[in-house]
C-alpha cells in the first residue's frame, strides 16, 4: 500500500472518530475510493524496458536449407562429415565436374531419344520415366535440340538415410533448349534463338561405401 493510500485511511479513520459527517466526510470517502482504484490498477510499462517473451522452438529447416547448428556446423558440413566415414576422398568440388556431365549426357540423351547411355548413371526410377518421356517425343513426330550449355553445379545439400548417402547440387546457368516437329522443322516449344535460364537442384544418391553416385530426382525451379 503507497503512502497516498496511508494518508487517505488515517484521514477517513480521523473524520469518523471526530463525528465529521456532510460534504467533508463524503469527500474524504472519495478521495479513499479514487487512491484504492489508482493502486490496483497495473501500471504501464516504460518503453524502453525489455519484455520476457516465451521462446518457441521453430520447425527443423528442409533439407536443403545449410542454416548454422550449434556448435558453429551447418547441415551441409554435417552432411559431408558424414559421407567421408566410408569415403573419406569425397570432395565437393570435383563431385560437382560429375554433377556437369550427367546434365550434359541427361540432354544428349534427350536430343536422341535414346536414354540406354543414362543406365549406370540414373536410379531404375528415374530411367523409366527418362524412357517414357522419350518415347512420347517419338510418337508426337517431335525432337528436343539442346545448344549452348553453360552451366556451373554447386553442392547445396548431404545426408545419410536408410544406409543410403545422398547429395543434391544446385545447377544455374543457361542454354538453347527448343522442341521442333521432326518432319518440317516447326517449332513447337521453347524459343528459337533466344537461351533459357538454367535453375534446378540434381540430387544424387548412392548406397553407402566407395559406389557410384547416381541421379534420383531433379527439382526445376526456373
Not at 8 to 20: E, H, N
Request: proline share 6%.
Amino acid at each position: 500500500m503507497g503512502p497516498l493510500t496511508g494518508v487517505a485511511l488515517g484521514w477517513l479513520i480521523a473524520s469518523s472518530l471526530s463525528g465529521g459527517f456532510g460534504l467533508e466526510r463524503q469527500g474524504v470517502r472519495l478521495l479513499l475510493q479514487q487512491v484504492l482504484l489508482g493502486a490496483a490498477e497495473p501500471r504501464a510499462q516504460p518503453a524502453h524496458k525489455n519484455l520476457a517473451v516465451p521462446i518457441v522452438a521453430a520447425t527443423p529447416p528442409p533439407l536443403a536449407a545449410t542454416g548454422e547448428r550449434p556448435g558453429g556446423d551447418s547441415s551441409l558440413d554435417q552432411g559431408l562429415r558424414n559421407t567421408r566415414r566410408t569415403d573419406p576422398k569425397f570432395d565437393p568440388a570435383r563431385f560437382t565436374g560429375y554433377v556437369e556431365m550427367v546434365f550434359r549426357g541427361t540432354h544428349n540423351a534427350r536430343m536422341s531419344r535414346d536414354v540406354g547411355s543414362l543406365r549406370d548413371r540414373v536410379t531404375p526410377q528415374l530411367y523409366g520415366e527418362l524412357r517414357a518421356q522419350a518415347k512420347r517425343l517419338r510418337s508426337l513426330g517431335h525432337a528436343s535440340h539442346v545448344e549452348q550449355i553453360e552451366i556451373r553445379a554447386e553442392v547445396t545439400e548431404a545426408w545419410h538415410e536408410n544406409g543410403r548417402d545422398y547429395v543434391t547440387a544446385y545447377i544455374g546457368g543457361s542454354m538453347l533448349d527448343k522442341t521442333a516437329d521432326e518432319v518440317t522443322g516447326a517449332l513447337v516449344k521453347g524459343p528459337n534463338i533466344i537461351l533459357k535460364t538454367v535453375g534446378a537442384f540434381w540430387t544424387f544418391t548412392r548406397a553407402t561405401g566407395l559406389n557410384p553416385w547416381m541421379l534420383s530426382a531433379i527439382q526445376t525451379t526456373s
